[in-house]
T-cell receptor, first 111, second 110 residues
Framework: DAGVTQSPTHLIKTRGQHVTLRCSPISGHKSVSWYQQVLGQGPQFIFQYYEKEERGRGNFPDRFSARQFPNYSSELNVNALLLGDSALYLC??????????FGSGTQLSVL | DAKTTQPTSMDCAEGRAANLPCNHSTISGNEYVYWYRQIHSQGPQYIIHGLKNNETNEMASLIITEDRKSSTLILPHATLRDTAVYYCIVRGSTGNQFYFGTGTSLTVIP
């Protein structure tokens, strides 16, 4: 079975631009979570979606938004990119909230 | 969710047991202790979790003290592939997010 897949794997943007990151969960998983990992730190929670509804949001500005589609895939959108948004963006899917299964992430560089 | 404290880094000889400590002195009664690890360039990987009792699975053992204020993750026979950052996380049963902290960087030495 395929694991969590994220695209693209790497992305370079300039300040002020917009970016969309995509995630396909493990088949049968209805929950998707997004995390941001800055170099040298642990992942930080951004959003959690379950059955297409937002169930949780971390301490991130409104420039960050997400949605979940009927097939349970998800997109993370970031508007008006800042240099500080450069990070590894991780998507995780889960059947229950006990075990998260993470993808390998999208490495975003903002220049 | 309670905060956790872990050593920044540890070394372990290959083939020996790796014992990774975690302090969570403010843990409350309904909060679980989780361990994840992250190998370089990959997403975090679930290892084990527990509430009160010690737990064991194919990857590791989790020992939680009786007062639940600390725990130890044990990798019984460390291999080079166990070199990773290990995160100890405390999360309530209804919480929807994991607070990863900065973790312990474990290096397994040949």
């Amino acid at each position: 079975d395929a694991g969590v897949t994220q695209s693209p794997t790497h992305l370079i943007k300039t300040r002020g631009q917009h970016v969309t990151l995509r995630c396909s969960p493990i088949s049968g998983h209805k929950s998707v979570s997004w995390y941001q990992q800055v170099l040298g730190q642990g992942p930080q929670f951004i959003f959690q979606y379950y059955e297409k509804e937002e169930r949780g949001r971390g301490n991130f500005p409104d420039r960050f938004s997400a949605r979940q589609f009927p097939n349970y895939s998800s997109e993370l959108n970031v508007n008006a990119l800042l240099l500080g948004d450069s990070a590894l963006y991780l998507c995780a899917s889960s059947l229950t909230l006990e075990k998260l299964f993470f993808g390998s992430g999208t490495q975003l560089s903002v220049l | 969710d309670a905060k956790t404290t872990q050593p920044t880094s540890m070394d372990c000889a290959e083939g020996r047991a790796a014992n990774l400590p975690c302090n969570h002195s403010t843990i409350s009664g309904n909060e679980y202790v989780y361990w994840y690890r992250q190998i370089h360039s990959q997403g975090p990987q679930y290892i084990i979790h527990g509430l009160k009792n010690n737990e064991t699975n194919e990857m590791a053992s989790l020992i939680i003290t009786e007062d639940r204020k600390s725990s130890t993750l044990i990798l019984p026979h460390a291999t080079l592939r166990d070199t990773a950052v290990y995160y100890c996380i405390v999360r309530g049963s209804t919480g929807n997010q994991f607070y990863f902290g900065t973790g312990t960087s474990l290096t397994v030495i040949p």
